[in-house]
């Protein structure tokens, strides 16, 4: 199977890059630079204007982070990145890619374009508060998550752990800091040596 990822440096995209290497199998990455993904030519693509994408030897086209993550981790079994034999592992699983998705991931929106919900420039501030607020509340629940863990779903990594890992990288922009959440900053470190995120995070071309 060929699979061609389009992602961006910096986006939730890596995710889905790093379980690819994790799989090592053949792939295609297009990397995409800031305002690409809003261009007609990646809007034929994934009409939402969003990465990552996947597509397919056939045509299809795979899109959203969390159904990809699950889509590798189905498609590719040998590489262990799912918990599938016993249900309630996969529920675990399934539920954590919806909560980091769904909520952590969508409460970093004001974060990163107040404009989106607040015209006036002077009340921007306010908001990011408030959000940073929401994102440490999300924090702390992961980082109590990972308490005596060294992943945070079974005993071994899942597709789970490199959008987690995506997170840990995002709070550096704000001011949480991941030190403030000791079992988060404890697999960061982890994640950060290994070499499948080194060579996706190389390639990328972003620091560690």
Not at 4 to 13: D, E, G, I, R, S
Not at 52 to 71: M, N
Not at 89 to 109: C, K
């Amino acid at each position: 199977m060929s699979l061609k990822l389009y992602a961006m440096p910096n986006t939730c995209a890596l995710a889905p890059h790093i379980a690819l290497e994790w799989i090592n199998k053949p792939y295609e990455l297009k990397l995409l630079k800031r305002g690409q993904h809003r261009e007609p030519e990646y809007l034929q693509i994934n009409p939402k204007g969003k990465v990552p994408a996947i597509v397919l030897d056939d045509g299809r086209i795979l899109t959203e982070a969390a159904a990809i993550l699950v889509y590798l981790a189905e498609q590719f079994p040998e590489a262990n990145l799912g918990n599938t034999n016993d249900p309630y592992e996969r529920y675990q699983l399934d539920e954590l890619l919806a909560y980091m998705t769904s909520e952590v991931h969508a409460d970093y929106a004001p974060h990163f374009a107040p404009q989106r919900f607040i015209d006036d420039e002077s009340q921007h501030n306010a908001l990011r508060q408030a959000t940073y607020k929401r994102l440490h509340e999300h924090y702390t629940s992961l980082n109590e998550r990972l308490e005596g863990k060294k992943h945070p779903v079974g005993i071994r990594r899942t597709v789970a752990d490199p959008y987690l890992y995506v997170l840990t990288r995002w709070i550096d922009q704000t001011p949480l800091g991941i030190n403030n959440y000791p079992n988060l900053k404890r697999f960061r470190d982890q994640m950060s040596s290994d070499t499948g995120v080194l060579r996706a995070v190389a390639t990328q071309g972003i620091p560690l």
